[in-house]
């Protein structure tokens, strides 16, 4: 009898666990499925040098070949091209610099992130991140907590948090091992 | 075995004295003390910048194989190994700096940057904290010490101009070429560049750290520049010469055997020889405290001479006694070496220390020789076994013969048109074509500069020195736009003129000005962000002016060193230029608008330093000459023995020199010594076959010895003639050609022999 009340309580856990997989990657379909193109965010960053946190603004979006495009608009013009291996810098002078991502964690873990998710490919987020999924089904707000596999990655960043609502991401938290907190707001609306 | 006894005896008692004589003496590798005397400040710039010039110093790098992170990865990597070894002065790679090397920068940079005024506009200074806004949105924390203390962005272009590189790309801020395939780095090293055996080991070191920190990588390095190439010569160069003195020992050897049949006699004939040699050391040490490379390698070959003498001794010995065959060339023999006593003193007399040195030793080697061979060997009680074997004559009697080709040879040498000299330095020494293309790519994608020429600015004070600098370099500004030249390096990027430094100084606003202007050009920096830059701009007050001191133990002194000199009357400096495709169209820009800097063509300058050497060295040889000429005029009784003595020999050196000349497009110095040596030798022949042919018997002898003589010097130099250096080859070409060709104007010229 009561292994067989184990047995049951073990299938259930099982059933949850599968459950939060499925979760996650039916929003990855959702979110794929609206397809943002391209995704105005302002971003966030505290830092002592300045009275105000830093805003930059401009545009997120997606090109083939696992690239990630920034274009900030604010405070300069600055185009930034993220690639699996690189990250190239094309200010508005023309002038350009290039470096690995090896020295831009943040950045590396940014572009995987939002690769997976734009791309709604759940088994790539599981790969390079530990998902967790707080979520309701439906249109419900949910939050999805990625804290990076790769030693060079985790040694910076400890956790991106998502939230979105629905087929939306409205915003995603970067928490950094120095205790750095980088805000990033996704507006809908250009 | 008593006579075995006493040879070794001897042997060893001259080789003990030789040991106790050399023990302390230092074999001096410096090529520039073997250069002849600069006549002009061009030429000592040239002997300067052989013995220790900055372009000599610099080692250029290549990494390929492995994807262009990796690259960059390892190209940091290797920075941080290689600034360990000895002997390295600065290593480059591009690399974003690292602050505490470039410490003193941040000390200077105020007075360092130009264009002050431009960089205190509003908009520029609004432009600047902007990009600061964004590397630190990009970067965050790691650069926010940095922002501190540099808002304006001066340490970025200062650390640009301190490396001395002009790469074309940048990757994780290590530089690359223009194809982003290969990473670059420089090494400037603190060695001379003569100091070979130095270089070596530096350039191994460097190779295998490189190899520990490639070691799972299958990556390329390649490494190029002059120490390179210089280490290698110098490798190829010895290889050679081993290789050929054991090749021409052994012929020696056997040649001596042949002659002999007896390894007793190569046993004592090798004394002369032996006992020149000490004495050489002896009188190099006693003259100059030192012997220089060159002048044992040298030496060596001119005692080649030497081993004449107990061949004509033992060759006449069969039919005497060993002591009576002494008796009888006695004559010939001092004569000869007497008259070629004459022209090394005169070479002793150069003005060159090494030519020098050369002179004293060769002097010294023969006279012992020739008193070894006749006061020594004979006493051995030596016996030289078989019959006496003499040679018939094989060319007929054709004394005129030698002087008609003279006449032809003098003709083909002072043709109008024909190459009779070459000053070139190029083809003395072994370079290898693919170190010379890789310098030249690598050279080439580093923007480094240019090795044949350079810019030079003489004053007699310091701060005049700088003036003028900075005067050229803005005639080297318009130059540029003229496209004439691409780059260049002056000291005056770390060491400005006293006025100009004033002159900044006073550009500079006091730190309560510019945190004004700061705040206006960018209000989203806390007031105190820029606290460090500021207190940095108060001490400027209190800062010394830069002196050339000031970078004494930054990796920046060499730099400074080599292109500010003082000398005894006064300051020189270099400016390198790179890209430069047409110096004479420089030179002449910078001529027409009257500027203080002189181009110097190290190359022309170099040759012009070689040709006044070679006609120092003709002008007492022919001295020599005449002193010899009178010295037989006045032992044979008259003009007419002399000249029949002569002219075979002068006939073979000109003949020789034709050939020569042909042969290589010109004589070199080092033609000029070779042709003294076979003009020794030759001499020899010719006062043996016309002095000691008085029965056909000794002339038969007379034939025999020569033919041998022949055989075993021309033999020796021959293989040396083998050699892949230039020098060598020159050399030994020369000589064999010369005592071949004495050799028949000797057999050709003997006297008729009384017939019995």
């Given at each position: 009898m009561i292994s067989g009340i184990l047995a049951s309580l073990m299938l259930a856990a099982a059933t949850t666990g599968s459950d939060c997989a499925d979760a996650l990657d039916r929003l990855l379909d959702r979110l794929a499925a609206a397809d943002a193109g391209e995704l105005t965010f302002?971003?966030?960053?505290?830092?002592?040098?300045?009275?105000?946190?830093?805003?930059?603004?401009?545009?997120?979006?997606?090109?083939?070949?696992?690239?990630?495009?920034?274009?900030?608009?604010?405070?300069?013009?600055q185009t930034q091209v993220l690639t699996e291996s690189h990250v190239e810098i094309r200010r508005s002078d023309g002038s350009q610099r290039r470096f690995s991502l090896r020295r831009a964690p943040e950045l590396a873990t940014l572009?995987?992130?939002?690769?997976?998710?734009?791309s709604g490919q759940a088994e790539v987020l599981r790969e390079d991140f530990v998902p967790s999924l707080d979520?309701?089904?439906?249109?419900?707000?949910?939050?999805?907590?990625?804290?990076?596999?790769?030693?060079?990655?985790a040694e910076r960043v400890e956790r991106l948090v998502v939230d979105g609502s629905g087929a939306r991401i409205t915003r995603f938290e970067m928490h950094l091992r120095d205790g750095e907190i980088i805000r990033t707001e996704i507006d809908p609306q250009k | 075995m008593n006579a075995w006894l006493r040879v070794v005896l001897l042997a060893m008692l001259i080789a003990a004295t030789g040991w106790l004589a050399v023990r302390h003496l230092e074999i001096d590798h410096r090529i520039d003390r073997f250069l002849p005397t600069p006549a002009s400040p061009q030429q000592a710039l040239v002997a300067d910048q052989v013995g220790s010039g900055p372009g000599s110093r610099l080692i250029l790098a290549g990494l390929e194989g492995a994807e262009t992170s990796t690259l960059a990865t390892l190209s940091h990597q290797l920075v941080e190994r290689w600034r360990e070894i000895d002997g390295v002065a600065q290593v480059e790679n591009g690399s974003d700096f690292d602050l505490d090397r470039l410490e003193p920068l941040f000390v200077a940079r105020f007075l360092l940057v130009d264009g002050i005024a431009d960089r205190l506009e509003p908009e520029s200074v609004s432009d600047s904290l902007n990009e600061r806004r964004a590397d630190l949105a990009l970067a965050g924390r790691q650069v926010e010490s940095l922002i501190r203390r540099d808002p304006l962005g001066l340490l970025p272009e200062l650390a640009e101009s301190a490396t001395g590189g002009r790469a074309p790309a940048r990757f994780d801020g290590a530089w690359f070429d223009a194809g982003g395939q290969r990473a670059l780095l420089l090494v400037r090293t603190s060695l001379p560049p003569f100091d070979i055996a130095g270089q070596q080991q530096l350039l191994d070191e460097l190779r295998g750290q490189a190899e520990e920190a490639l070691t799972e990588h299958a990556v390329d390095l390649k490494l190029a520049g002059t120490p390179v190439i210089a280490v290698d010569s110098a490798r190829q160069s010895r290889r050679d010469a081993v290789r050929l003195s054991a090749l021409a020992g052994g012929f020696l050897l056997?040649?001596?055997?042949?002659?002999?049949?007896?390894?007793?006699?190569?046993?004592?004939?090798?004394?002369?020889?032996?006992?020149?040699?000490?004495?050489?050391?002896?009188v190099t040490a006693l003259a100059f405290g030192q012997v220089h490379a060159l002048t044992l390698a040298f030496g060596f070959t001119l005692l080649g001479v030497a081993m004449d003498y107990p061949l004509h001794l033992f060759g006449h010995s069969r039919e005497h006694s060993m002591r009576s065959a002494a008796r009888t060339i006695r004559t010939?023999?001092?004569?000869?070496?007497?008259?070629?006593?004459i022209a090394y003193l005169a070479v002793w007399q150069s003005a060159s220390p090494g030519l020098s040195q050369l002179g004293a030793f060769s002097s010294a080697g023969l006279a012992a020789a020739a008193a070894v061979t006749l006061l020594v060997l004979p006493h051995l009680k030596l016996d030289v076994p078989g019959k006496p074997h003499p040679m018939p004559r094989i060319l007929p009697r054709l004394p005129w013969l030698p002087g008609l080709l003279a006449l032809v040879a003098a003709g083909v040498l002072w043709w109008p048109g024909q190459p009779g000299i070459s000053d070139e330095l190029t083809r003395l020494t072994p370079v290898d074509p693919q170190l010379v293309a890789d310098d030249a790519a690598l050279r080439q994608s580093l923007g480094a500069d240019d090795l044949g020429w350079l810019l030079v600015v003489r004053e007699p004070e310091l701060e005049a020195t700088l003036q003028a600098v900075e005067s050229a370099v803005t005639d080297l500004e318009s130059a540029a736009g003229q496209g004439l030249i691409e780059g260049w390096?002056?000291?005056?990027?770390?060491?400005?003129?006293?006025?100009?430094?004033?002159?900044?100084?006073?550009?500079?606003?006091g730190p309560g000005h510019m945190r004004e202007l700061l705040t206006q050009g960018n209000s989203e920096f806390r007031a105190d962000a820029f606290d460090p830059f500021l207190a940095d701009l108060a001490a400027l007050d209190s800062l010394e002016p830069i002196e050339p001191g000031f970078w004494q133990s930054t990796p920046l002194a060499a730099r400074v060193e080599s292109l500010l000199t003082q000398r005894e009357d006064g300051w020189r400096a270099l400016i390198l230029t790179a890209g430069v495709d047409d110096p004479a169209a420089l030179d002449q820009w910078l001529r027409e608008h009257g500027s203080p800097a002189q181009l110097v063509n190290l190359r022309e300058t170099s040759e012009s330093m070689v040709a006044d050497y070679r006609r120092e060295v003709g002008l007492s040889l022919a001295i020599a000459a005449m002193l010899i000429m009178a010295l037989l005029g006045f032992r044979l009784g008259g003009i007419r023995?002399?000249?029949?003595?002569?002219?075979?020999?002068?006939?073979?050196?000109?003949?020789?020199?034709?050939?020569?000349?042909?042969?290589?497009?010109?004589l070199s110095i080092v033609h000029l010594i070779g042709l003294l040596l076979a003009g020794g030798v030759g001499l020899d022949f010719a006062l043996f076959g016309r002095r000691l042919s008085n029965t056909r018997l000794q002339a038969g002898l007379t034939r025999r010895t020569l033919a041998f003589c022949t055989l075993s010097s021309g033999g020796v130099f021959l293989i040396l003639g083998l050699s892949e250096i230039g020098l060598l080859r020159m050399l030994g070409q020369t000589v064999a050609i010369g005592i071949l060709l004495s050799l028949l104007f000797a057999w050709m010229s003997q006297p008729r022999e009384p017939d019995h």
């Amino acid at each position: 009898m009561i292994s067989g009340i184990l047995a049951s309580l073990m299938l259930a856990a099982a059933t949850t666990g599968s459950d939060c997989a499925d979760a996650l990657d039916r929003l990855l379909d959702r979110l794929a499925a609206a397809d943002a193109g391209e995704l105005t965010f302002v971003e966030h960053r505290h830092s002592e040098l300045l009275t105000e946190p830093q805003r930059a603004s401009g545009t997120l979006r997606r090109e083939e070949g696992g690239r990630l495009v920034r274009e900030i608009v604010k405070p300069t013009r600055q185009t930034q091209v993220l690639t699996e291996s690189h990250v190239e810098i094309r200010r508005s002078d023309g002038s350009q610099r290039r470096f690995s991502l090896r020295r831009a964690p943040e950045l590396a873990t940014l572009r995987r992130a939002l690769h997976g998710l734009l791309s709604g490919q759940a088994e790539v987020l599981r790969e390079d991140f530990v998902p967790s999924l707080d979520s309701a089904e439906g249109d419900g707000p949910w939050q999805l907590t990625l804290e990076p596999r790769a030693p060079e990655l985790a040694e910076r960043v400890e956790r991106l948090v998502v939230d979105g609502s629905g087929a939306r991401i409205t915003r995603f938290e970067m928490h950094l091992r120095d205790g750095e907190i980088i805000r990033t707001e996704i507006d809908p609306q250009k | 075995m008593n006579a075995w006894l006493r040879v070794v005896l001897l042997a060893m008692l001259i080789a003990a004295t030789g040991w106790l004589a050399v023990r302390h003496l230092e074999i001096d590798h410096r090529i520039d003390r073997f250069l002849p005397t600069p006549a002009s400040p061009q030429q000592a710039l040239v002997a300067d910048q052989v013995g220790s010039g900055p372009g000599s110093r610099l080692i250029l790098a290549g990494l390929e194989g492995a994807e262009t992170s990796t690259l960059a990865t390892l190209s940091h990597q290797l920075v941080e190994r290689w600034r360990e070894i000895d002997g390295v002065a600065q290593v480059e790679n591009g690399s974003d700096f690292d602050l505490d090397r470039l410490e003193p920068l941040f000390v200077a940079r105020f007075l360092l940057v130009d264009g002050i005024a431009d960089r205190l506009e509003p908009e520029s200074v609004s432009d600047s904290l902007n990009e600061r806004r964004a590397d630190l949105a990009l970067a965050g924390r790691q650069v926010e010490s940095l922002i501190r203390r540099d808002p304006l962005g001066l340490l970025p272009e200062l650390a640009e101009s301190a490396t001395g590189g002009r790469a074309p790309a940048r990757f994780d801020g290590a530089w690359f070429d223009a194809g982003g395939q290969r990473a670059l780095l420089l090494v400037r090293t603190s060695l001379p560049p003569f100091d070979i055996a130095g270089q070596q080991q530096l350039l191994d070191e460097l190779r295998g750290q490189a190899e520990e920190a490639l070691t799972e990588h299958a990556v390329d390095l390649k490494l190029a520049g002059t120490p390179v190439i210089a280490v290698d010569s110098a490798r190829q160069s010895r290889r050679d010469a081993v290789r050929l003195s054991a090749l021409a020992g052994g012929f020696l050897l056997l040649v001596l055997l042949l002659a002999w049949r007896s390894v007793l006699l190569v046993a004592a004939g090798s004394l002369p020889l032996l006992a020149g040699v000490v004495s050489g050391l002896l009188v190099t040490a006693l003259a100059f405290g030192q012997v220089h490379a060159l002048t044992l390698a040298f030496g060596f070959t001119l005692l080649g001479v030497a081993m004449d003498y107990p061949l004509h001794l033992f060759g006449h010995s069969r039919e005497h006694s060993m002591r009576s065959a002494a008796r009888t060339i006695r004559t010939p023999l001092l004569l000869g070496a007497l008259s070629t006593l004459i022209a090394y003193l005169a070479v002793w007399q150069s003005a060159s220390p090494g030519l020098s040195q050369l002179g004293a030793f060769s002097s010294a080697g023969l006279a012992a020789a020739a008193a070894v061979t006749l006061l020594v060997l004979p006493h051995l009680k030596l016996d030289v076994p078989g019959k006496p074997h003499p040679m018939p004559r094989i060319l007929p009697r054709l004394p005129w013969l030698p002087g008609l080709l003279a006449l032809v040879a003098a003709g083909v040498l002072w043709w109008p048109g024909q190459p009779g000299i070459s000053d070139e330095l190029t083809r003395l020494t072994p370079v290898d074509p693919q170190l010379v293309a890789d310098d030249a790519a690598l050279r080439q994608s580093l923007g480094a500069d240019d090795l044949g020429w350079l810019l030079v600015v003489r004053e007699p004070e310091l701060e005049a020195t700088l003036q003028a600098v900075e005067s050229a370099v803005t005639d080297l500004e318009s130059a540029a736009g003229q496209g004439l030249i691409e780059g260049w390096q002056a000291v005056t990027e770390l060491v400005p003129s006293r006025a100009r430094q004033q002159q900044r100084r006073q550009q500079w606003p006091g730190p309560g000005h510019m945190r004004e202007l700061l705040t206006q050009g960018n209000s989203e920096f806390r007031a105190d962000a820029f606290d460090p830059f500021l207190a940095d701009l108060a001490a400027l007050d209190s800062l010394e002016p830069i002196e050339p001191g000031f970078w004494q133990s930054t990796p920046l002194a060499a730099r400074v060193e080599s292109l500010l000199t003082q000398r005894e009357d006064g300051w020189r400096a270099l400016i390198l230029t790179a890209g430069v495709d047409d110096p004479a169209a420089l030179d002449q820009w910078l001529r027409e608008h009257g500027s203080p800097a002189q181009l110097v063509n190290l190359r022309e300058t170099s040759e012009s330093m070689v040709a006044d050497y070679r006609r120092e060295v003709g002008l007492s040889l022919a001295i020599a000459a005449m002193l010899i000429m009178a010295l037989l005029g006045f032992r044979l009784g008259g003009i007419r023995p002399m000249a029949e003595v002569i002219l075979p020999v002068a006939a073979a050196i000109l003949c020789t020199a034709a050939v020569m000349a042909r042969l290589d497009q010109g004589l070199s110095i080092v033609h000029l010594i070779g042709l003294l040596l076979a003009g020794g030798v030759g001499l020899d022949f010719a006062l043996f076959g016309r002095r000691l042919s008085n029965t056909r018997l000794q002339a038969g002898l007379t034939r025999r010895t020569l033919a041998f003589c022949t055989l075993s010097s021309g033999g020796v130099f021959l293989i040396l003639g083998l050699s892949e250096i230039g020098l060598l080859r020159m050399l030994g070409q020369t000589v064999a050609i010369g005592i071949l060709l004495s050799l028949l104007f000797a057999w050709m010229s003997q006297p008729r022999e009384p017939d019995h």
